[in-house]
Nanobody, 113 residues
Framework: QVRLVESGGGSVQAGGSLRLSCVVF????????MSWYRQHPGKEREFVAR???????NYADSAKGRFTISKDNAKNTVYLQMNSLKPEDTAMYYC???????WGQGTQVTVTS
């Protein structure tokens, strides 16, 4: 059984930074590749970033150049460093096992102008 626990969300002014964390409990093959998604109010969840077992990453166009996904295997934690935040980044952010349907509970990010 896999459990994902996010933290690090909050309210920040435009141009600011936040770092989200996702602690992974119960590692399995599902947790080799991890990702972050976000959901704007009234919209479907959308992909933000992914990191695979080797550390290779890929990003949504909206995140490229501003967000960085990383992981610390010793801490079973995946991070999303978000810089140069914009009001349109306001959303609930979710950690997810990329190939399997395990989701965290989400952490709210609010960016004010």
């Amino acid at each position: 059984q896999v459990r994902l626990v996010e933290s690090g969300g909050g309210s920040v002014q435009a141009g600011g930074s936040l770092r989200l964390s996702c602690v992974v409990f119960g590692t399995t093959y599902c947790t080799y590749d991890m990702s972050w998604y976000r959901q704007h109010p009234g919209k479907e969840r959308e992909f933000v970033a992914r990191i695979d077992w080797s550390g290779s990453t890929n990003y949504a166009d909206s995140a490229k150049g501003r967000f960085t996904i990383s992981k610390d295997n010793a801490k079973n934690t995946v991070y999303l460093q978000m810089n140069s935040l914009k009001p349109e980044d306001t959303a609930m952010y979710y950690c997810k096992t990329y190939h399997c349907a395990y989701w965290g509970q989400g952490t709210q990010v609010t960016v004010t102008s």
